[in-house]
């Protein structure tokens, strides 16, 4: 009799782990042979939580989920490919995506995440494309992007970020495409540093869309790498308190970085009013300056030659008439002679 019980537990145990590895949970479709679960537009509120283990492929997008508990992806360590867009999604616990070291592909585009923790994607180095396009992100933690150097294609277009370091992208070494567009870009001196980055990136071959500036005013609308790097002042040096000193042990966002609100200015990052730089106003002044002394030169040369050319002429006319004189002397004395004559024949 034990031994039947004994039989029948040990079965229900074998059913059930059957079921978890091969069972397909309700109201998606599974495809066995591609470990694809399609749970498309089903109108979800969470992720089932019966998805195979061997699953590599999972399709949860169009639906309505809020929540992501942090055991919602237990165990499918196989994962390749997580597609989370276009549910409500509004926050992100920082391990929900531990274990899932075979992904290589997660879309969380078209959501509502505000806010993204700086390891919650520490386990995911085999990532290769990552779409965060389409939320409500300010900011984003430096350290966020530091284990993805196997990254090639990352979005982050059509949020509200306004500031970006460029720490952020220089673990990025694989990194071809990035996607910026339709965010609140203030087109500032703490932008520089990303200019001279994404330069670098389009001089190896990167692709990028357009950073139109959203402030200051006389700048909206216009590409962050069209703007020359002179119409902007050197930032000043900004301390700002390590994360071992916060009480959340949260790292410093760009925002914290900056010390400064969403509305707050840094009076010493100001744009410059078309300033020349210093090089350039002493070139100019050295052009200035050489160019009157050449003008005295050349003058000075312009005098002498009048006075040498006037004296050359007025000593060839001294000539000429010391030649005539010379030429007309002894028909002068012969006439002077014969004058005298009858004067001196009448004396006598």
């Known amino acids: 009799m034990q031994t039947m019980r004994g039989e029948t537990i040990l079965g229900i145990i074998i059913l059930l782990f059957v079921h978890s590895v091969t069972g397909c ?35 949860l997008q ?91 294609w990352l979005a982050m277009h059509q949020n509200q970020i306004h500031q970006f370091s460029r720490v952020l992208l220089d673990s990025l070494s694989n990194l071809q495409v990035l996607l910026f567009k339709k965010n609140l870009w203030n087109c500032d001196c703490h932008l520089t540093g990303l200019k001279l980055w994404l330069e670098s990136f ?34 000043s040096s900004v301390k700002y308190k390590s994360s071992h000193d916060d009480s959340n042990h949260r790292s410093p966002t760009i925002q914290n970085l900056h010390h400064k609100t969403e509305h707050d200015h840094n009076p010493d990052c100001s744009r410059k009013a078309k300033q020349r730089s210093g090089s350039l106003r002493h070139a100019i002044a050295t052009i200035v300056v050489t160019g009157v002394i050449c003008g005295i030169v050349c003058l000075m040369m312009l005098v002498a030659a009048i006075y040498g050319c006037s004296y050359a002429a007025v000593m060839a006319r001294y000539q000429r008439e010391l030649k005539k004189l010379d030429h007309l002397g002894p028909d002068v004395e012969q006439e002077n002679a014969e004058e005298k004559e009858p004067f001196d024949g009448s004396l006598v």
């Open 25 to 59: 949970p309700e109201r998606c479709q599974c495809n066995i042979t591609l470990k694809e679960v399609n749970c498309i537009g089903n109108g979800l509120s969470e992720v089932p939580k019966d998805v195979p283990l061997n699953t590599k492929i999972l399709y």
């Open 62 to 152: 169009n639906n309505h989920i809020h929540t992501i508990s942090n055991t919602s992806f237990t165990g499918l360590s196989q994962l390749q490919i997580l597609d989370l867009s276009n549910n409500m999604i509004s926050n992100l616990s920082s391990n929900i995506f531990d274990g899932l070291h075979n992904l290589i592909n997660l879309n969380l585009a078209n959501n509502s995440i505000n806010h993204m923790d700086n390891k919650i994607l520490h386990s995911n180095g085999n990532l290769k494309q990552l779409d965060i396009s389409f939320n409500n992100l300010t900011s984003l933690p430096e350290d966020l992007f530091k284990n993805l150097k196997n990254l090639t």
């Open 202 to 235: 389009l001089y190896k071959g990167g692709q990028i869309d357009a950073i139109l500036c959203t402030e200051p005013e006389d700048l909206r609308s216009k590409d962050l790498m069209k703007i020359p790097h002179e119409l902007f002042q050197e930032c």
